[in-house]
T-cell receptor, first 118, second 112 residues
Framework: DSGVTQTPKHLITATGQRVTLRCSPR?????VYWYQQSLDQGLQFLIQ???????AKGNILERFSAQQFPDLHSELNLSSLELGDSALYFC?????????????????FGPGTRLTVL | AQKITQTQPGMFVQEKEAVTLDCTYD???????LFWYKQPSSGEMIFLIY??????QNATEGRYSLNFQKARKSANLVISASQLGDSAMYFC?????????FGAGTRLTVKP
């Protein structure tokens, strides 16, 4: 158990709908990352938050948004869902392990939310 | 351009033997981190080992070691004394600043 929790575990919805995925980081971790894992695209970084503020953006679609709250939990909002959005969505949180090597935080992943869009 | 390349889609190893999973990366940065993660069939991503670009020594964590060859830009994972529970997908990843990239993964099957 990594200490990162994600809810729900599974989500089935229809095209055009909107869903919210929730993540609670490990105690003490300030950074939260969101990833999408699909069969055709592999594992892709979506976005990072650090202590409530957006820190980095990856391949996140405009239909997707995220935020990190004062208690450090994070939510990923997916709207106008398409069939191709079906994937496993991971949240990760991090602790820095090398202060001389910026950005080399070790990320601990949650169990993921499997989203199925029908 | 592909940042992380894992050339072995699938590998087989006999229980109790060692196995090496290949990973090459592409970067022009001097400061970066290399990671290996394991994804069992249950789906979770489990952190295994980390190597910083400035680290002189190869990283080791229990039965896992990382064979880091900086000039060749390779970061191969060595699993010693394979166990049945090691059967899983293994992903190599690189962090440059705030960008984290993953390879396509290698599916390892440990045979009894």
């Amino acid at each position: 158990d990594s200490g990162v929790t994600q809810t729900p575990k599974h989500l089935i919805t229809a095209t055009g709908q909107r869903v919210t995925l929730r993540c609670s980081p490990r105690s003490g971790d300030l950074s939260v990352y969101w990833y999408q894992q699909s069969l055709d695209q592999g594992l892709q970084f979506l976005i990072q938050y650090y202590n409530g503020e957006e820190r980095a953006k990856g391949n996140i679609l405009e239909r997707f948004s995220a935020q990190q709250f004062p208690d450090l939990h994070s939510e990923l909002n997916l709207s106008s869902l398409e069939l191709g959005d079906s994937a496993l969505y991971f949240c990760a949180s991090s602790v820095p392990i090398d202060t001389y090597n910026e950005g080399t935080d070790t990320q601990y992943f949650g169990p993921g939310t499997r989203l199925t869009v029908l | 351009a592909q940042k992380i390349t894992q050339t072995q889609p699938g590998m087989f190893v006999q229980e109790k033997e060692a196995v090496t999973l290949d990973c090459t990366y592409d970067t022009s940065d001097q400061s970066y981190g290399l990671f290996w993660y394991k994804q069992p069939s249950s789906g979770e991503m489990i952190f295994l080992i980390y190597q910083g670009s400035y680290d002189e020594q190869n990283a080791t964590e229990g039965r896992y070691s990382l064979n880091f060859q900086k000039a060749r830009k390779s970061a191969n994972l060595v699993i010693s004394a394979s166990q049945l529970g090691d059967s899983a997908m293994y992903f190599c990843a690189m962090r440059e600043g705030y960008d984290m990239r993953f390879g396509a993964g290698t599916r390892l099957t440990v045979k009894p």
